[in-house]
């Protein structure tokens, strides 16, 4: 069994950070893409930026220059540093990872459970 946990949601006033994780635990041979997206209610989930395992990464255009994914594979963890956040940012965040159980499985894509990030003005 594959779990994405997350942590670092909360409330914060505008123009400030707040660092969210995810740990990927259970039975795993590798991961490849590791990343996040976030949701409000009754919009789609859109992406915030995802990193793959070689250190490559991808920003949605919204956060470009304010937020920074980053991963440690040797923890099964990536990060997304988030500062000079600003109202528009409030949203579920959820994480993803695409893991390979063996050398024979091709993927699945995993979700964490999501994680709040508030932003007062």
């Known amino acids: 069994q594959v779990q994405l946990v997350e942590s670092g949601g909360g409330l914060v006033q505008a123009g400030g950070s707040l660092r969210l994780s995810c740990a990927a635990s259970?039975?795993?041979?590798?991961?490849?893409?590791m990343g996040w997206y976030r949701q409000v209610p009754g919009k789609q989930r859109a992406l915030v930026a995802h990193?793959?395992?070689?250190?490559?990464?991808n920003y949605g255009d919204s956060v470009v220059g304010r937020f920074t994914i980053s991963r440690d594979n040797a923890k099964n963890t990536v990060y997304l540093q988030m500062d000079s956040l600003n109202p528009e940012d409030t949203a579920a965040y959820y994480c993803?990872?695409?893991?390979?159980?063996?050398?024979?499985?091709?993927?699945?894509?995993?979700w964490g459970q999501g994680t709040q990030v508030t932003v007062s003005s």
């Open positions: 993803y990872a695409n893991i390979r159980r063996s050398l024979w499985d091709s993927g699945t894509v995993y």
């Open positions: 259970g039975s795993m041979f590798s991961i490849n893409v």
């Open positions: 990193i793959t395992s070689g250190g490559s990464t």
